[in-house]
């Protein structure tokens, strides 16, 4: 069964940088897409980031794009969110999600495995 494990959240200034890490257990991981999701406080969980298996083009939320990059290590299995530039506004937690051979729409129901999430707090 797929477990995936998120950590690398925390607390930083407005501006400041942070990388998230999702590690799968899982032999074959080059065969799912993972993508990174995020609830703020009293909001709905919504899509932040996702890359594919087999190379293909990366997915951002405009919200995020230009900030954010994210990557994958599949001899480890690991998937990186790296943040710059961050704001209030990305306080939230974070949560890693997997789907084999799953397609790179960043809606919740596209993805049935799920880490428990990393906090990610943006203040001065």
């Known amino acids: 069964q797929l477990q995936l494990v998120e950590s690398g959240g925390g607390t930083v200034q407005p501006g400041g940088s942070l990388r998230l890490t999702c590690v799968a257990s899982i032999v074959n991981f080059r065969d799912y897409t993972i993508a990174w999701f995020r609830q703020a406080p009293g909001k709905g969980r919504e899509g932040v980031s996702c890359?594919?298996?087999?190379?293909?083009?990366?997915n951002y939320a405009d919200s995020v794009k230009d900030r954010f990059t994210v990557s994958r290590d599949n001899a480890r299995n690991t998937v990186y969110l790296e943040m710059n530039r961050l704001k209030p506004e990305d306080t939230a937690v974070y949560y890693c999600?997997?789907?084999?051979?799953?397609?790179?729409?960043?809606?919740?129901?596209?993805?049935?495995?799920w880490g428990q999430g990393t906090q990610v707090t943006v203040s001065s």
């Open positions: 999600a997997a789907e084999w051979f799953g397609s790179c729409h960043l809606t919740n129901s596209n993805f049935r495995s």
């Open positions: 890359i594919p298996n087999f190379g293909g083009s990366t």
